[in-house]
Nanobody, 123 residues
Framework: VQLQAFGGGLVQAGDSLRLSCTASGRTFSRYAMGWFRQGPGKERELVAAIDSLGARKYYADSVKGRFTISRDNAKNTVDLQMNSLKPEDTAVYYC?????????????????WGQGTQVTVSS
């Protein structure tokens, strides 16, 4: 399985970014997907997750109302739309594919990881 994430960059507070992740190697529509982030000196944390069909979504409290996760099973992609970015959103963002169909919230529930894309938000 290969996951490739892209779309990060340097933006100012209040700006928007859209991260995208493409997956290959197994049937994409069978697995829930997640976006994680890891800031400097911090543990990796789940930002958002979506089940295999896109019906159920999870968001960390810190991003609710600002971030939106979506997926396109026909294109094998999962996106993270990030609005109203804050300096505390600065991190390396990773997409990940889980072991199953439902939303998982722990790092250990994800089998495959992308390489990460840097998001830096200046104040």
């Amino acid at each position: 399985v290969q996951l490739q994430a892209f779309g990060g960059g340097l933006v100012q507070a209040g700006d928007s970014l859209r991260l995208s992740c493409t997956a290959s190697g197994r049937t994409f529509s069978r697995y829930a997907m997640g976006w994680f982030r890891q800031g400097p000196g911090k543990e990796r944390e789940l930002v958002a997750a979506i089940d295999s069909l896109g019906a159920r979504k999870y968001y960390a409290d810190s991003v609710k109302g600002r971030f939106t996760i979506s997926r396109d099973n026909a294109k094998n992609t999962v996106d993270l739309q990030m609005n109203s970015l804050k300096p505390e959103d600065t991190a390396v963002y990773y997409c990940a594919q889980s072991y199953g169909t439902i939303v998982f919230t722990t790092v250990s529930s994800y089998a495959y990881w992308g390489q990460g894309t840097q998001v830096t938000v200046s104040s």
